[in-house]
């Protein structure tokens, strides 16, 4: 199976800011990488797919990059509902998430 | 508008047998791959199951494989997952999604609310 690690795993942070959170696999992936917002009791909801590709109605502060084994996920300036724990997951082979990354108020 | 809305789940004992079911409105059922996702308590998240718009092929995590069955009635619109043999690992919200596909790329566009697998003696 392919591995995906997130780094942070956690980070506080404040309305406006910049986030980014990044995201390794333990091969290359090439472009088959999606990224998931879950807030707490509600079902994952996919931001990006295919590394850089917004998703139909999320919002355009949200943005992917990468290819081959390093991706990031960047949150331009972080808005109240952005407060969330986020997951990469690979397309590549049978589907893997990584652990997340839980974005919370500072 | 999309829907999955997954049923069935409970609490049960090891070695215990359950089927949760996924109902699924808003787009031509048969003509999309389903999924079973996982997360525990606490945890990440965990994919379980995949089977194909036709049923004709299904794809198991290690985890699960040989005590869990995916399996879809395209008539009825629904997904299933039969889970026997459960452990107290198994215990998690079971999420129904459903597979996107654009040229050779697959992402879950979709999700349903969960369902709560409780495994415990």
């Known amino acids: 199976d392919i591995q995906m690690t997130q780094s942070p795993s956690s980070l506080s942070a404040s309305v406006g800011d910049r986030v980014t959170i990044t995201c390794r696999a333990s091969?290359?992936?090439?472009?088959?990488l999606n990224w998931y917002q879950q807030k707490p009791g509600k079902a994952p909801k996919l931001l990006i797919y295919?590394?850089?590709n917004l998703q139909g109605g999320v919002s355009s502060r949200f943005s992917g990059r990468g290819s081959g084994t390093d991706f990031s996920l960047t949150i331009s300036s972080l808005q109240p509902e952005d407060f969330a724990t986020y997951y990469c997951q690979q397309s590549y082979s049978s589907p893997t998430f990584g652990p997340g990354t839980k974005v919370d108020i500072k | 508008e999309v829907q999955l809305l997954e049923s069935g789940g409970g609490l049960l004992q090891p070695g215990g047998s359950l089927r949760l079911s996924c109902a699924a409105s808003?787009?031509?059922?048969?003509?999309?791959?389903m999924n079973w996702v996982r997360q525990a308590p606490g945890k990440g998240l965990e994919w379980v199951s995949t089977?194909?718009?036709?049923?004709?092929?299904?794809f198991y995590a290690e985890s699960v494989k040989g005590r869990f069955t995916i399996s879809r009635d395209n008539s009825k619109n629904t997904l299933y997952l039969q889970m026997n043999s459960l452990r107290a690992e198994d215990t998690a919200v079971y999420y129904c999604?459903?597979?996107?596909?654009?040229?050779?790329?697959?992402?879950?566009?979709?999700w349903g609310q969960g369902t709560l697998v409780s495994v415990s003696s």
């Open positions: 295919a590394a850089s």
């Open positions: 808003g787009f031509t059922f048969s003509s999309y791959a």
């Open positions: 999604a459903k597979y996107a596909v654009a040229a050779d790329l697959e992402y879950f566009d979709y």
């Open positions: 091969q290359s992936i090439r472009k088959f």
């Open positions: 089977i194909s718009a036709s049923g004709g092929q299904t």
